[in-house]
């Protein structure tokens, strides 16, 4: 199997640089050229272009478009005009968290308190903390996770295009909420995932315990008409490697850099890079009946042109919806568990992919299944060569055997790339400053 080589070199400059150029581009839809902050979702470009399609706040009259340079501003300009269609540039990089977690802290909160309080040897395994009084450590930190809460998440409303202008545009800390809403475009913004400066201590999840961690870079959760385009996700200066360990277990502080979830429909995530994190992209959050009847029939989502770099697992991990993924770049590194989840009800169609995976690493394992779903994986190729990913997963992992055939055919797709050319296209096109 022949490994391909300069992709590295690539992709530690994608995903490493936040330095952003902006090109002022066209869409597919549209005839003439237009102002970056207008453009739409082009016709027949995935899911979201399905029905009314995705325009965001492209039709703003000059009163609803703001340019922001802090997260005060940026909240005001969420607000300002309710649901008409607005467009909001992003100038910089906006910090969320800029005064720190001991700004978040309720009086009398003590993490070292806490530590000593519900350290194993001394609270051991057999009961969580939910029932802790108000005045307790745990109570303390309930609250402290409430204000940061209220702090870092933005709801964005419908009709709106939010843009990063500039050189180097994004978002530190922040946690933005697309909920119950139709036709929102985000585009060309780099997100720093935000850290959970309170996680919490659960001793019954597993043998050994485990640090929980709330707020994702981006939540679509019951929304319709979304467009993803150009943006860069990334752990950025603090990477779980970083993170200290207590109990024996990773403090973790990070969630996903992407959920799609309660309902959501017709979403399009197109030239994203993804890196650097553990837990990437869920579509659908859970198995439980409630969720189900909830998901059942929606999640429609379409992923092209993405990178996926040095992750974890979930690029994406998928329950009940109709997902397209294709034309996209997974790059494994040491740490890797997979690529694509296979869950309940899902109905995922992964073609025209590659894979870059060094030695060491089973090509067997970029197919994970969690539940009885069929799935369509053709034209796929790893390390640049043609591979049957379902065979070989069933091969390498006989005993989670996956069934061929997703039972739709995607319509909504514009250019499709060769399999064996898009290391190239999407490393040199993909992330944040890569309109053209």
Known sequence: MRTQKCHGRVIATLVGCTALALAVT???????????????????DGWGSYGTGTSGGASATA????????WADFKAALAAGGSAPKIIRVKGVIDANADG?????????????YLATYD?????????????????????????????????????????????????AGFKGASLQITAVDNVIVRNLSFESPLDCFPQWDPTDGDTGNWNSEYDSAVIYGSTHVWLDHDSF?????????????????????????????GADYVTASWNVFGDHDKTILIGNSDSASTAAVDRGHLKVTLHHNLFSNLVERAPRVRFGQVDSYNNHFVAEPGYGYSYGIGLESQLVAEHNAFTVPAGISEATILKK????????????????LTDLIAVHNAGVPTEILQSGAGWTPTLR???????????????????????
């Open 26 to 44: 066209t869409t597919t839809a549209q005839a003439h050229p237009r102002a970056l902050d207008r453009q739409t979702l082009g016709a027949g």
């Open 63 to 70: 009163e609803h478009v703001y340019t922001v340079t802090n």
């Open 101 to 113: 977690c001991d700004s978040f802290a309720a009086p009398g909160y003590d993490f070292a308190q």
């Open 120 to 168: 194993p040897a001394v609270w051991g395994y057999d009961q969580n903390l939910d029932n802790e009084p108000a005045d307790s450590p745990e109570g303390l930190r309930r609250v402290s996770a409430a204000n940061q809460n209220t702090a870092i998440k933005a709801f964005i409303p419908a009709n709106t295009t939010l843009i990063g202008i500039g050189r180097n």
């Open 234 to 262: 990334t752990d950025g200066d603090h990477p779980d490697s970083t993170l200290p360990t207590y109990f024996g277990r990773i403090f973790e502080q990070h969630d996903g850099e992407l959920d799609i979830v309660k």
């Open 370 to 385: 969690w539940s009885e779903a069929p799935l369509t994986a053709d034209d796929n190729y790893v390390n640049g060569e």
């Open 414 to 436: 514009t250019k499709i790339d060769p399999a064996r050319a898009v290391p190239y296209v999407v490393d040199h096109n993909a992330g944040a400053g890569r309109l053209r």
